[in-house]
């Protein structure tokens, strides 16, 4: 990242700073995440609009690193949000943009378990789903890189989910705007946030109860070796992101509200 991309994200993340404070939030742990090279922070998806950018923040205060963030392609086609995201330092979240950015020596920040996680969850409650997205870890062992697991306590507790917004999602997403199939996890629930009517998520996403919000930082953990020029096999890559999954949920239990405890991570 150039210097002057660096002045823009600074500015733009610091626009985003009474949020922070909205929220009351703060980081633990920001020492583990490395102070140069590449590295993919994961983190858990939830119902609070864009806690994401509040955690860049974060780390860019703590740390000094400019975060850049996988975002959904979704948001680049829609002008005011795609120019939010933009200044942001995020770009559309595919493997060859990820990659490319680690191997450049920045610090990648991604969601696996993306919208199905954040429908999912539940009020006042951590989880993690990343059954069948393995993405993270395969890029992570290409790159070279480790990965830092991050665990947003707090993050299900700005709206209430009346609706599991099914219905209302699949009209707008595969009916009215027909994005195909890509987008068949996407829903628009009725929510009640520090507005006391229901509203679509879509509408009260910036109008969050007031939660305290809180990151827990794990110990990265490094990807499998493997012959010289040669990726990491399937199997090494699963037992990665197997690793990766259960430091997540140990965070969770550590430090926040699991739904219940797993007694196996699932795949």
């Known amino acids: 990242m150039s210097a002057d991309e660096h002045r823009t994200l600074s500015r733009a993340l610091w626009l ?28 858990n998806h939830g119902r ?15 740390r000094g690193r400019a975060t850049r963030m996988m975002a959904d392609h979704l948001w680049f086609t829609i002008p005011l949000a795609g120019r939010i995201f933009h200044s942001t330092g995020a770009v559309d979240g595919t493997r060859e943009n990820a990659t490319r950015l680690l191997e450049n020596g920045e610090p990648v920040l991604t969601y696996p378990g993306g919208v199905r996680e954040i429908v999912g969850s539940t009020f006042r409650r951590e989880h993690i789903d990343w059954e069948g997205r393995r993405g993270f870890a395969r890029v992570a062992a290409d790159a070279g890189v480790p990965v830092v697991p991050i665990v947003g306590v707090g993050v299900n507790s700005g709206h209430i989910f009346l609706t599991s917004g099914r219905l209302l999602g699949k009209f707008l997403f595969q009916g009215l705007l027909r994005l195909g199939p890509d987008y068949a996890d996407y829903r628009d629930p009725l929510t009640i946030g520090i507005i006391p009517i229901p509203l679509t998520f879509g509408l009260a996403v910036n109008f969050p109860l007031p939660c305290k919000l809180t990151y827990y930082v794990g110990e990265p953990i490094l990807p499998p070796s493997s012959a010289e020029g040669a990726p990491a096999s399937e199997s090494a890559v699963e037992d990665f992101a197997q690793q990766v999954i259960r430091s997540m949920w140990d965070l969770i239990r550590l430090h926040g509200r699991p739904p219940e405890a797993p007694t196996e991570v699932s795949g």
């Open 16 to 43: 985003l700073n009474p949020r922070r404070a909205y929220h009351r939030a703060s980081i633990v742990g920001a020492h583990r995440i490395p102070r140069s090279g590449g590295c993919l922070i994961v983190s």
């Open 48 to 62: 609070l609009d864009f806690d994401s950018f509040i955690l860049m923040r974060l780390i860019l205060r703590e």
